[in-house]
């Protein structure tokens, strides 16, 4: 319970978003001809985003002063002299109010579509999954690097789900900084007021602002402008900053989670992103593996796309065939999962109804044309049935010999041609159980 006995004095308890419920009185300042309580209405109603409850209280018996509380935005009345019980009521009528209002509020900044699950056997994919549900209720700015498609916004949803902030009906605010022009970055950001700028025709709030205590997720955040990264970063210091047009501080209450590029400390090195920012950042560093580093996951995250587009295209898909799934696990994946998705969307989009099986020819000309026309057959011994894992393994084995065979048994140009770094190659010999050397010589 706050209290506060000065028109001031009400909006900076208001203002630090901890209040969902207001007590108003109508004479707040103790002055008989002085409404500061309709002040403060009306203070509630245009400054404050989230949804805030708000009950007038006075000694007077006025159908004109109740009419007028209602008509600015007040959600009930009472007389001073009321009973406990009354009182009561109206605070849990208003106080559900509030609920359903959050409730809407959060669902709006979600995206319509249900988000894809996190999908991985891996065991670089199950160590940040660990990490993530560890930190999920901390603080600390997270930074998660990663090439395009391998699920950063992912992470940082998982990030939000798993925390209070979720359970307290905070919302996840997602900002892809690529896709706003240079000169509406600052307002996008930190919000402005109404005549600000031209074209600022109302006072608009910033991502930072509508995050509220929830997550606020800046994709792409090395695409930042070089001036705002420096009014972002004395944001994440101070916890403080401003709309554009604005003297007043607004508090930045929102767990800040960025994603980038892997090449995100080369932006640094070339003075193309500010040090200090990268390094207030990555108080939390998760790097994603591309697709290609985790080959053990395709037929996993196959088959969850196979069935979600199934599902929500009516066809009755029961399996992907094998030839198909050799292309699938032959593919490069340059787009990682995300290309993988869309590759699965298109095909249940075009496929005919009736369709139980997915097949080889149903893929992309590319993804064929990109391992072969006529991929090679897993050599199998005769009459054994294979699993997914196990085919996935054989055709692992053969690309990695055959790329061995071409490079004179050179990992560095094995793995060139296999599309992946040499720790990778290294980490799939192992995991195969073949010895790795310490070096190509």
């Given at each position: 319970?706050?209290?506060?006995?000065?028109?001031?004095?009400?909006?900076?308890?208001?203002?630090?978003?901890?209040?969902?419920?207001?007590?108003?009185?109508?004479?707040?300042?103790?002055?008989?001809?002085?409404?500061?309580?309709?002040?403060?209405?009306?203070?509630?109603?245009?400054?404050?985003?989230?949804?805030?409850?708000?009950?007038?209280?006075?000694?007077?018996?006025?159908?004109?002063?109740?009419?007028?509380?209602?008509?600015?935005?007040?959600?009930?009345?009472?007389?001073?002299?009321?009973?406990?019980?009354?009182?009561?009521?109206?605070?849990?009528?208003?106080?559900?109010?509030?609920?359903?209002?959050?409730?809407?509020?959060?669902?709006?900044?979600?995206?319509?579509?249900?988000?894809?699950?996190?999908?991985?056997?891996?065991?670089?994919?199950?160590?940040?999954?660990?990490?993530?549900?560890?930190?999920?209720?901390?603080?600390?700015?997270?930074?998660?690097?990663?090439?395009?498609?391998?699920?950063?916004?992912?992470?940082?949803?998982?990030?939000?789900?798993?925390?209070?902030?979720?359970?307290?009906?905070?919302?996840?605010?997602?900002?892809?900084?690529?896709?706003?022009?240079?000169?509406?970055?600052?307002?996008?950001?930190?919000?402005?007021?109404?005549?600000?700028?031209?074209?600022?025709?109302?006072?608009?709030?910033?991502?930072?602002?509508?995050?509220?205590?929830?997550?606020?997720?800046?994709?792409?955040?090395?695409?930042?402008?070089?001036?705002?990264?420096?009014?972002?970063?004395?944001?994440?210091e101070s916890r403080?900053?401003?709309?554009?047009?604005?003297?007043?501080?607004?508090?930045?209450?929102?767990?800040?989670?960025?994603?980038?590029?892997?090449?995100?400390?080369?932006?640094?090195?070339?003075?193309?992103?500010?040090?200090?920012?990268?390094?207030?950042?990555?108080?939390?560093?998760?790097?994603?593996?591309?697709?290609?580093?985790?080959?053990?996951?395709?037929?996993?995250?196959?088959?969850?796309?196979?069935?979600?587009?199934?599902?929500?295209?009516?066809?009755?898909?029961?399996?992907?065939?094998?030839?198909?799934?050799?292309?699938?696990?032959?593919?490069?994946?340059?787009?990682?999962v995300r290309e993988?998705?869309?590759?699965?969307?298109?095909?249940?989009?075009?496929?005919?109804?009736?369709?139980?099986?997915?097949?080889?020819?149903?893929?992309?000309?590319?993804?064929?044309?990109?391992?072969?026309?006529?991929?090679?057959?897993?050599?199998?011994?005769e009459g054994e049935?294979?699993?997914?894992?196990?085919?996935?393994?054989?055709?692992?084995?053969?690309?990695?010999?055959?790329?061995?065979?071409?490079?004179?048994?050179?990992?560095?140009?094995?793995?060139?041609?296999?599309?992946?770094?040499?720790?990778?190659?290294?980490?799939?010999?192992?995991?195969?159980?073949?010895?790795?050397?310490?070096?190509?010589?």
């Open positions: 319970m706050r209290q506060a006995g000065t028109v001031e004095e009400a909006k900076a308890r208001l203002d630090d978003g901890e209040v969902d419920l207001a007590l108003l009185d109508l004479h707040l300042q103790a002055r008989v001809q002085d409404y500061a309580g309709f002040e403060i209405l009306q203070w509630i109603r245009r400054e404050l985003i989230r949804p805030v409850g708000v009950i007038m209280f006075t000694v007077e018996e006025n159908i004109a002063t109740v009419v007028e509380a209602m008509k600015l935005g007040a959600d009930d009345y009472l007389a001073k002299n009321c009973g406990d019980e009354e009182l009561l009521i109206k605070v849990q009528s208003a106080l559900e109010k509030v609920r359903l209002q959050r409730g809407r509020f959060v669902a709006e900044q979600h995206e319509k579509d249900d988000p894809d699950l996190i999908i991985g056997e891996a065991p670089e994919i199950k160590k940040i999954l660990k990490q993530v549900d560890r930190l999920a209720d901390k603080d600390a700015t997270v930074l998660i690097l990663g090439e395009a498609g391998t699920g950063k916004e992912l992470i940082a949803r998982r990030l939000h789900e798993q925390s209070w902030r979720k359970k307290h009906h905070q919302p996840f605010i997602a900002l892809n900084c690529a896709a706003i022009p240079e000169h509406l970055a600052e307002s996008a950001l930190f919000g402005h007021e109404r005549g600000a700028f031209t074209g600022a025709n109302q006072r608009q709030p910033g991502k930072l602002e509508v995050a509220e205590q929830g997550t606020l997720f800046l994709d792409e955040v090395d695409c930042l402008p070089v001036n705002q990264q420096t009014k972002f970063l004395r944001a994440l403080i900053f401003e709309r554009v047009g604005s003297s007043r501080p607004i508090r930045l209450r929102a767990r800040v989670v960025a994603a980038a590029k892997n090449n995100l400390p080369d932006a640094v090195a070339a003075e193309k992103f500010r040090a200090d920012l990268f390094y207030r950042l990555k108080v939390i560093t998760f790097t994603l593996p591309p697709l290609r580093e985790r080959p053990e996951d395709i037929p996993l995250l196959a088959d969850y796309f196979c069935q979600r587009f199934s599902r929500k295209n009516g066809l009755p898909i029961e399996k992907i065939d094998e030839e198909a799934m050799n292309v699938l696990l032959a593919y490069r994946w340059p787009g990682n993988l998705r869309h590759e699965f969307e298109r095909i249940l989009a075009l496929a005919e109804s009736g369709t139980r099986c997915l097949a080889r020819d149903m893929l992309s000309a590319e993804i064929l044309q990109a391992v072969g026309a006529a991929p090679k057959k897993i050599r199998r011994p049935t294979l699993t997914l894992r196990q085919a996935r393994m054989l055709v692992e084995r053969q690309m990695i010999d055959e790329a061995l065979q071409q490079s004179g048994g050179n990992i560095t140009r094995a793995a060139e041609k296999l599309g992946l770094t040499r720790r990778g190659l290294q980490k799939i010999l192992q995991r195969h159980g073949r010895a790795v050397e310490g070096d190509d010589d």
